[in-house]
C-alpha cells in the first residue's frame, strides 16, 4: 500500500513539469487528493487538491494559473502539470490521499 510520486527534476525559470503520483493496494476514486509541497528550510505547504465526486480543483493562491490538477481513476494515478515555473517553486512535491502520503519528488527551478 503506497503513492509513489515521480516527475520532478531540474528545469529553468518559465519551464514546465509534469508530477505523477500513483497508488498500488487501493484506489484513488473515494477521498480527494492533494499535493503539498516543502521549500528548503520552510514548513510543508498545500499546493492543489481535487474532488473525488465532482472533480472540483481548489489551487494556492501562489500557483493559481500555472498549475493543473487532474485525476486519471482508470490509471490510478493524479497528476500536477506545472508550467511557468518559478525559482520559488523550487521544494520537495508529496502526493496525499486519505491518510497516505508519497515520498516526495524533488523539483528544481534554477537557470
Known amino acids: 500500500v503506497q503513492l509513489q510520486a515521480c516527475g520532478g527534476g531540474l528545469v529553468q525559470p518559465g519551464g514546465s513539469l509534469r508530477l505523477s503520483c500513483a497508488a498500488s493496494?487501493?484506489?484513488?476514486?473515494?477521498?480527494?487528493i492533494g499535493w503539498f509541497r516543502q521549500a528548503p528550510g520552510k514548513e510543508r505547504e498545500w499546493v492543489s487538491c481535487?474532488?473525488?465526486?465532482?472533480?472540483?480543483?481548489y489551487y494556492a493562491d501562489s500557483v493559481k494559473g500555472r498549475f493543473t490538477i487532474s485525476r486519471d481513476d482508470a490509471r490510478n494515478t493524479a497528476y500536477l502539470q506545472m508550467d511557468s515555473l518559478k525559482p520559488e517553486d523550487t521544494g520537495v512535491y508529496y502526493c496525499?490521499?486519505?491518510?497516505?502520503w508519497g515520498q516526495g519528488t524533488l523539483v528544481t527551478v534554477s537557470s
Open positions: 481535487i474532488s473525488s465526486s465532482d472533480g472540483s480543483t
Open positions: 493496494g487501493f484506489t484513488l476514486d473515494y477521498y480527494a
Open positions: 496525499s490521499y486519505y491518510k497516505y
